[in-house]
């Protein structure tokens, strides 16, 4: 079941929740970003693919 992302234990822990479309080679693929920081439309980032469209993700600054 994809929606395990979605407990709200991860909110009580400051965790946030992104819905993207990431731009690949082939494909624009759409991916849910799990993460403490505040991200907008140009924040870099680095990433652990939990599975295919669910990732940890971190702001570069």
């Not at 395990?4 to 693929?29: C, F, H, M, Q, S």
């Not at 759409?30 to 991200?39: A, M, R, W």
């Not at 907008?40 to 939990?50: F, L």
């Amino acid at each position: 079941m994809d929606l395990y992302y979605g407990n709200p234990t991860l909110a009580i822990l400051g965790y946030k929740l992104y819905k993207v479309e990431i731009d690949r080679k082939e494909e624009i693929n759409e991916v849910i970003l799990i993460t403490k920081d505040s991200l907008d439309k140009d924040s870099s980032i680095k990433w652990i693919e939990v599975d295919k469209h669910v990732w940890f993700a971190k702001k570069i600054k």
